[in-house]
């Protein structure tokens, strides 16, 4: 998995005992998939590509997935999570679920949907894939979910919109950011990653304080913050509280 990533997949891991090679991300912010390769071994069992990357917001090339589908051992699985896909233009991987390819795809209704709290989600890959993913779960979704997710689906403009809306909010919160010289990793997703030059939990705290909060750091990273991407209003009061602090 990459480093940064997330860690819901390698806690899953370390659970069942299940040795974890993290892989810090390339220079562009992808990852790094020759050096998963590498660190995985013939033993890999799941090589874990989010796609865009959470927390960084970064897209990892096509190609390069490409590359680690047709150069994983025999046996092994490449999880490309989506969560975040609809606030991008990025190529989506369930072509490769229907070439028959060992790779499961994962979908959420979580984020540009705004169903956290309801847990709708979907997997998508071979029946004998799938069939190993059953005895980790209940394999169901609460009817709250399936609902949402349902009536979601049948809006045929809502992604558009929220993507647009998300795009132009962060967009023009990165100009900001670029005019008062603060470091941050450009994104594509509802999130970005700012280097605040100092331990990013006394930045965490500071802003906690004024009422905005920021998301958590990462060891690998540890001057940096994940920054949510929420409306203008909420930008705006987080520009005006990031300011204060970095000062």
Request: aromatic content about 10%; proline content about 5%.
């Given at each position: 998995?990459?480093?940064?990533?997330?860690?819901?997949?390698?806690?899953?891991?370390?659970?069942?005992?299940?040795?974890?090679?993290?892989?810090?991300l390339?220079?562009?912010?992808?990852?790094?998939?020759?050096?998963?390769?590498?660190?995985?071994g013939?033993?890999?069992?799941?090589?874990?590509?989010?796609?865009?990357?959470?927390?960084?917001?970064?897209?990892?090339?096509?190609?390069?997935?490409?590359?680690?589908?047709?150069?994983?051992?025999?046996?092994?699985?490449?999880?490309?999570?989506?969560?975040?896909?609809?606030?991008?233009?990025?190529?989506?991987?369930?072509?490769?679920?229907?070439?028959?390819?060992?790779?499961?795809?994962?979908?959420?209704?979580?984020k540009i949907?705004?169903?956290?709290g309801l847990r709708?989600?979907?997997?998508?890959?071979?029946?004998?894939?799938?069939s190993?993913?059953?005895?980790?779960?209940?394999?169901?979704?609460?009817?709250?979910?399936?609902?949402?997710?349902?009536?979601?689906?049948?809006?045929?403009d809502?992604?558009?919109?929220?993507?647009?809306?998300t795009?132009?909010?962060?967009?023009?919160v990165?100009?900001?950011?670029?005019?008062?010289?603060?470091?941050?990793?450009?994104?594509?997703?509802?999130?970005?990653m700012?280097?605040?030059?100092?331990?990013?939990?006394?930045?965490?705290?500071s802003?906690?304080?004024?009422?905005?909060?920021?998301g958590?750091?990462?060891p690998?990273?540890?001057?940096?913050?994940?920054?949510?991407v929420?409306?203008?209003?909420?930008?705006?009061?987080?520009?005006?509280?990031?300011?204060r602090?970095?000062?």
């Amino acid at each position: 998995m990459a480093n940064p990533g997330y860690e819901a997949g390698e806690r899953a891991a370390e659970f069942i005992g299940a040795p974890v090679h993290r892989v810090p991300l390339t220079k562009s912010y992808g990852h790094d998939v020759k050096a998963m390769l590498a660190a995985g071994g013939s033993g890999a069992g799941v090589f874990y590509v989010c796609n865009p990357n959470n927390p960084t917001g970064t897209l990892t090339a096509r190609e390069d997935i490409e590359y680690l589908v047709k150069n994983k051992p025999a046996g092994s699985i490449v999880m490309v999570d989506e969560a975040y896909i609809h606030f991008s233009d990025a190529k989506r991987c369930t072509d490769m679920v229907a070439a028959g390819k060992d790779v499961i795809v994962l979908r959420t209704f979580s984020k540009i949907y705004g169903m956290a709290g309801l847990r709708a989600g979907a997997a998508f890959g071979r029946p004998d894939l799938l069939s190993k993913m059953l005895g980790f779960g209940t394999g169901y979704t609460p009817s709250t979910g399936m609902v949402g997710a349902s009536v979601s689906l049948s809006v045929k403009d809502l992604v558009p919109q929220r993507k647009k809306y998300t795009q132009d909010v962060r967009e023009g919160v990165f100009s900001w950011m670029t005019q008062k010289g603060y470091s941050f990793v450009p994104s594509v997703s509802n999130k970005f990653m700012v280097d605040v030059k100092r331990p990013a939990r006394e930045v965490i705290a500071s802003m906690a304080k004024q009422n905005v909060y920021v998301g958590r750091a990462w060891p690998i990273w540890p001057t940096q913050v994940r920054v949510t991407v929420g409306t203008r209003e909420e930008m705006e009061k987080f520009k005006s509280a990031f300011e204060r602090v970095m000062a």
